[in-house]
């Protein structure tokens, strides 16, 4: 009787430490921060979410963008060109909470939205773990590991995930098909990065 107890008591010991390493990742907390205009970063970053655990957060401007494609283009171009910083909507509570931030965006001409810009300048990195995943429609990541580096130059920057969302609108990530492949590739991103088994 007294073994079956002690049984007991040992699986949900592990039970329970498995759980809080899956959503602090051995001790860290996990930040996933993101912004999407037409949802294929947020289908990644809830994805994510699912495998990794974690608090997710969604990186919103005042100012918001326009639908239709070609106003939105063209908003975006005239805020990088002005190397502007939109205002944000949303704030994180308390960052000093968190030692591992992922970053998702959308590639827009090249690099991040310059809301992200504005969302890195808010918080102190220095110290912490940033791992940026973006969507777009064929430059990848483009110059934004770049960007990131040179705005959290204090942080540790891993290698980031970049997945084909298509032109925005298209909303390509959104079908379950997609949500499948998407599944796979952070499953095997993350396992590259040591923090999936
Ligand atoms: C303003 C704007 C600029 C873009 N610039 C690029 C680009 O330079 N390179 C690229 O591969 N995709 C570019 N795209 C496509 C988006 O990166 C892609 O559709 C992304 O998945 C959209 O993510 P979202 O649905 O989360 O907003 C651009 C889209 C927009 C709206």
Not at 30 to 51: C, D, M, P, W
Not at 96 to 119: E, H, K, R, V
Not at 145 to 155: H, K, S
């Amino acid at each position: 009787m007294k073994s079956i107890f002690l049984a007991t008591l040992t699986f949900l010991y592990v039970m329970a430490s498995t759980t809080a390493h899956a959503q602090n990742h051995g001790g860290k907390k996990i930040l996933i921060a993101y912004f999407s205009h037409g949802g294929n970063t947020r289908v990644v970053a809830e994805i994510l979410q699912k495998e990794i655990g974690g608090d997710i957060f969604e990186i919103k401007t005042v100012q918001t963008y326009p639908k239709e494609f070609n106003p939105l283009i063209d908003m975006a171009k005239r805020e990088q060109e002005a190397n502007a910083r939109p205002s944000l909507s949303t704030q994180v509570e308390d960052m000093s909470a968190y030692d591992t931030i992922f970053l998702g965006y959308p590639n827009w001409w090249g690099t991040m939205p310059m809301a992200l810009f504005s969302f890195l300048e808010q918080y102190d990195f220095a110290g912490k773990t940033v791992i940026p995943f973006c969507t777009h429609n064929g430059s990848r990541l483009g110059s934004s590991v770049r960007d990131i580096e040179r705005l959290c130059p204090e942080a540790t920057i891993l290698d980031g995930l970049a997945l084909n969302g298509g032109r925005s609108g298209s909303f390509e990530l959104g079908s379950n098909a997609a949500r499948t492949k998407v599944q796979d590739e952070i499953i095997l991103w993350l396992r590259k990065l040591g923090m999936s088994n």
